[in-house]
């Protein structure tokens, strides 16, 4: 799957950035291990604390007012990582992805166009934190994916 998000952004001519904080770089990751990557993907931010969150743009306000692990956060990361790169593309993510004691969620965003795509992803039950970041960025590539093919080739 993300070698086919690569070279649909390859043939589309566009870019990604990222701001991640629960999934560590994660994302990133998983891009720059697919041959061309360095065409696709401008920069990426993992900005675990809040200071670095509101250090690249994120609202002070929104983190204070909404919290930190939320939908408005995952959003402003989201337009921040892509205005920061000036890429086409830009994908937030916080959440919890803790012990399995804990409630294990995240928040993310793709922002395309001056649009917004957001989802919450509930009921993570991988039983270690590696495999739960695997699994909340198979969730965010399979609808970044359903995005591109949804917006065809220009």
């Known amino acids: 799957m993300v070698e086919e998000i690569v070279e649909l952004l390859r043939i589309r001519n566009e870019t990604i950035s990222f701001m991640e904080s629960c999934t560590g770089g994660y994302l990133a990751n998983q891009i720059t291990n697919v ?36 939908k408005y956060t995952s959003k402003e990361m989201a337009e921040r990582a892509a205005e920061f790169a000036e890429s086409d593309w830009g994908i937030g993510i916080t959440g919890v992805l803790g012990d399995e004691e804990e409630e294990n969620f995240a928040d993310y965003t793709i922002y395309y166009e001056n649009q ?16 739960r970041k695997a699994f909340v960025c198979k969730c965010i590539f399979s609808t970044l994916l359903e995005l ?7």
């Open 35 to 70: 041959e061309g990557s360095s065409d696709v993907l401008k920069v990426s931010l993992v900005t675990y604390s809040d200071e670095y969150k509101i250090e690249f743009g994120v609202s002070e306000d929104t983190i204070n007012e909404r919290g930190v692990y939320s």
């Open 116 to 131: 917004s795509y957001g989802s919450t992803i509930t009921s993570i039950e991988e039983s270690t934190r590696e495999k």
């Open 148 to 154: 591109l093919q949804e917006k065809g080739i220009e």
